[in-house]
């Protein structure tokens, strides 16, 4: 295999893979579960070659593929490209598909090759948008991850599963659809100056730093353009208050459906921001910094509070993303190096302990078909190697020193503390609050006094679950102890970047 | 006395009408092989494509009334994959009725020809022959079930309004004759061009003209009979009914707007295109939410069509042009693809096609559900299908021209139209099988269609650049 052609073998080997998916008759259904970890673990494979042939030095896009005309008519290409930061979110995605299928081994038992090809078919999806080259390449892969998605909701879901599938399809639409008229904007201001059409990144760049920013926002192109793009980003994050869909997707998502989404998909929400906000539009950006600031941090408090006092524990680890994911887009908007480094960190931790918290709460539920707290009560004695699981993915998500979420939200803070020290602080109770609402979660489901006789027979984690699990904890412990493993590839992605 | 060349480049029509006649004797004569009229309609719609493909086409003929070049081939193509396709369907379709019969084929290929004959047409009195020759075939095909009452009640309908609109456009043609003293479009764009003044007789009679095409198309405010003809014609013909008229009015307008500059002629021409434009999609899409027969719910989603084409119509020159054929190519896959589907689903028009119907389907039928949910999707414009591409390109025609409120307030609706056609594919494989199984056709023939359809639209929105090098050709011979 050509070195070249290796992301186009990441990118498109799980598509590759659903077609294989189609051959295995339908009721083979142990085969068609085998058959699709195996792929997983392929891709996997795959993607640690990215690992050890990516060059930690070079600041661009590396280990590019040809750039094969698509629609040369209008300077559309197939080419891909990877750099720092997403070398380690296609590593995260990579890492998260088996846990999904393994997560999702008794608990989706309906359709169950069509639920591994959604899934494989995302799994392209999400890579081809993190490592596209061309903006329409990118805007297709992102657009493919809708239908999948949906299908994973609305089909393997929970009793308002419609609803939520059909929130979360037209949700992201709202955003993508008006990211499109920005894209032919830009591109047909990028023709307008260089007289030559090319959706390529780079020609959008040089384009998007040569829109005029005008006097108000109405009359100034890079400015709208710019928002254009930051709905569709804001819409998938999602930043308060455009984070209504999530509680839903994530409540009606099966557990697989949730840790994908949790674990991967909002991250090409902030992902966007870095890669096409940051860098396309960087006047455009300075003059929005306030404002993503501000809403970045209601969004930490917001989601804090509101995880509070949900009875649900799903639903409670889905506002919790809403807090997560506020300390991303806090340490982007602060911008200097080490909250943007500390915020690309902070992705793939979310995706750990956020993934590694809906596979636990998955498979309680699994055991007892409830998922609220009140119906748990002092398990601890009952499944004591789960409640050990549970604490660890918990502290992980609180930030405890030694483990992966305090590098973060140290990085972020440290580095936003320097610009604007408010936002810093007013960001630092949201850590406060995190701590209280998962560790009286954690209370109340493990250690309060042993409440209801259901869960006597409650039985531990198998095998298979702690197969799941161990991956997640591998890397929560890892980023945690040793986290210059997985800051260095990135420094020099991240210092190229914030030059513009 | 016609010339050797005017007659090559109508052959394609000459081989349709033979084949039509093949079969309106055969009805008559020999009955016994009324079973052998869906494959002999077949056989028409290649041969005559293939006198499209093969035979040497050069530019004017008849005298300059006609126009056979790179753009009457692409659409007639299209024209011919839609009757070949609606006539593939029909076999099993009628068979089931009862009701196979010659004449139903010679009907539909009657069709085809007028509608290839307008899109060919550069003067307006062949192109009205080919708008009479079209619309009344399609008065007895929509009453064809004729002890139906909704497919009488179609028939009527479509019937009076369409004679309204023939009406419309034949006063209109008298009129731009008496302002330019020609009635050849190409001609009108020449005068105009020179410097003649824009009488309010030229404007009247342009605008009765495209009237009469908005009527064909259902653009609002004209879109009135859509609705009822689309719910009580056979399936086959909705099928059909939805995609040749408007591809071959869109044609027409097309020329319109390239000849006479449009765009350039000053704001009342954009205003009043882009009402009715916007005025369709957001109609069409909104009215089409609350529907719950999927037949009708597919006439308000082709009015919303319609309305985002339009787009392209106005953007007109090369961008705009080519954006409308690759609309016209995209939106005859994807339909007809989803009326196949619709085909299997009741015995005839006297029942409705509750969207409802469908639940649970995805999963015991499992590829023809696959083909409609690719067409729903395609329709919404989600990529990576055909859809997709059309919209893509009109939206950027209309970005490059600075008409971005036009881009903007399309991509707004096809947010809104998302919701109902999510609603055919939730039905399909969200919802569970209800007790009592609607008993539908299965038919290899009819899958056959939907396959071959889906396959177009996803080939179309993923590779396009074929599409777009072809319709790029066609529309150079508009814009000169």
Known sequence: MHIEHLLTFVTLGPAAGALILTLIPGRLERIQRWAALLISLVEFALSTLLWVNFNPDVAGFQLQTAKIPWIPQLGISYHLGIDGISLLLVLLTTLLIPVVILASWHSISEHVKAFHMSLLMLTTAMIGAFLALDVFLFYIFWELMLIPMYFIIGVWGGPRRIYAAVKFFIYTMVGSVLMLVGILYLAWFSHAQSHVWSFAYSDLLRAGHQLPMGHSFFSSPQMLVFAAFALAFAIKVPMFPFHTWLPDAHTEAPTGGSIILAGVLLKLGTYGFLRYNRVLFPAAWHAFVPLILTLAVIGILYGAWVALVQPDMKRLVAYSSVSHLGFVMLGLAAGTIASTQGAVLQMVNHGLSTGALFLLVGVLYERRHTRMIADFGGIAKVVPVYTGLFLLVTLSSIGLPGLNGFVGEFLILAGTWHRYPVAAILAAFGLIFGAIYMLWMVQRVFWNPFAHKENVSLKDVNLREVLAVAPLIIFIVWIGVHPTTFLSPMEAAVRSLLMH | ?480
């Open chain 2, 1 to 480: 006395m016609p010339t050797q060349s005017d007659l090559l480049a109508v052959a394609p029509e000459l081989v349709l009408i033979a084949g039509a006649g093949v079969l309106l004797i055969l009805d008559a004569f020999l009955p016994k092989l009324r079973r052998i009229a869906s494959e002999l309609t077949l056989l028409t719609a290649v041969g005559a494509a293939w006198a499209l493909l093969a035979l040497p086409h050069q530019g004017l003929v008849w005298s300059g009334m006609m126009r056979a070049d790179t753009l009457f081939v692409l659409v007639s193509l299209c024209l011919l994959v839609a009757l070949f396709l609606c006539a593939w369907m029909a076999g099993p379709y009628l068979h089931r009725a009862g009701k196979e019969t010659g004449e139903f084929y010679a009907l539909l290929i009657f069709a085809t020809a007028g509608a290839m004959i307008m899109a060919g047409s550069i003067d307006l009195l062949p192109l009205f022959l080919g708008l009479e020759l079209l619309s009344i075939a399609l008065y007895v095909l929509n009453a064809f079930f004729k002890d139906i009452d909704v497919s009488l009640e179609a028939g009527l309908k479509y019937f009076i309004v369409g004679a309204f609109a023939a009406a419309f456009t034949a006063y209109g043609i008298a009129l731009l004759y008496g302002a330019t003293a020609t009635t050849n479009i190409e001609a009108m764009g020449r005068i105009l061009a020179a410097g003649a003044t824009v009488t309010p007789i030229l404007i009247v009679g342009f605008a009765m003209v495209a009237g009469g095409m908005a009527f064909k198309l259902a653009l609002f405010p004209f879109h009135g009979w859509a609705p009822d003809v689309y719910q009580g014609s056979p399936t086959p013909v909705t099928a059909f009914l939805s995609v040749v008229p408007k591809a071959a009015a869109l044609i027409v307008l097309l020329r319109f707007a390239t000849s006479f500059d449009l765009l350039h002629m000053g704001h009342s021409w954009i205003w009043a295109a882009g009402i009715v434009a916007v005025g369709s999609q957001t109609l069409g899409n909104i009215v089409a939410i609350v529907q719950r027969d999927i037949k009708r719910m597919l006439a308000y989603s082709g009015i919303a069509h319609m309305g985002y084409a339009m787009i392209g119509v106005i953007v007109a020159g090369t961008a705009g042009s080519t954006a409308v054929l690759i609309y016209i190519a995209a939106y005859t896959v994807m339909n007809i693809g989803a009326f196949s589907v619709i085909a299997l689903m009741s015995e005839n028009e006297a029942e409705p096609h509750l969207i409802s119907d469908l639940a649970g389907q995805g999963w015991s039928r499992p590829l023809t559900s696959l083909a409609l949910a690719i067409c729903m999707f395609s329709l919404a414009g989600v990529p990576p299908f055909a859809g997709f591409a059309a919209k893509f390109f009109v939206f950027r025609s209309a970005v490059d021209q600075g008409l971005i409120w036009l881009a903007v307030l399309g991509v707004i609706n096809s947010l809104i139209s998302a919701f109902y056609y999510l609603r055919v594919v939730y039905t399909l494989y969200m919802r569970p099988l209800p007790r009592r199984v609607p008993d539908f056709l299965s038919s290899r023939a009819i899958g056959a269609v939907a396959g071959v359809s889906a396959a177009l639209v996803v080939l179309i929105g993923l590779y396009p650049t074929w599409l777009l090098s072809a319709a790029h050709a066609a529309a150079r011979f508009l814009v000169r």
